[in-house]
């Protein structure tokens, strides 16, 4: 039985919003921790010589979803890459991510 497809990357993108993946042109990541990040990874390697760096750290760390998952999101691998997030989006998320919790009544 094929592995299910999720639409969404480790990155948190949810890939089937956008139409290069579906007219075809372009294949969800998925979570970093399936076999569809390690398709996709070699997808890359074979067809742009090299990897997504988010992709790829996911991968290896063995995270789904880095802003759910990952201790050390917002990272290097957003703040440095060209997308798939705005400076102040990734500045909210740390920020929200350092101060403390909601209040709860």
């Not at 949810?14 to 990874?41: D, E, F, H, I, V």
Request: glycine letters at 14%; aromatic letters at 8%; one cysteine or more.
């Amino acid at each position: 039985m094929p592995d299910e497809i999720f639409g969404t990357g480790a990155c948190g993108v949810n890939c089937m919003t956008c139409a290069l993946a579906t007219t075809g042109r372009c294949s969800p990541c998925g979570p970093g921790t399936g076999s569809q990040a390690a398709r996709k990874l070699g997808a890359q390697l074979e067809l742009l010589g090299g990897f997504c760096p988010i992709l790829k750290c996911a991968s290896d760390r063995k995270i789904a979803f880095c802003m759910r998952d990952c201790d050390r999101f917002p990272c290097e691998n957003f703040q440095d890459g060209p997308y798939p997030y705005s400076e102040g989006f990734l500045s909210m998320q740390h920020r929200r991510r350092q101060g403390p919790g909601p209040q709860r009544g």
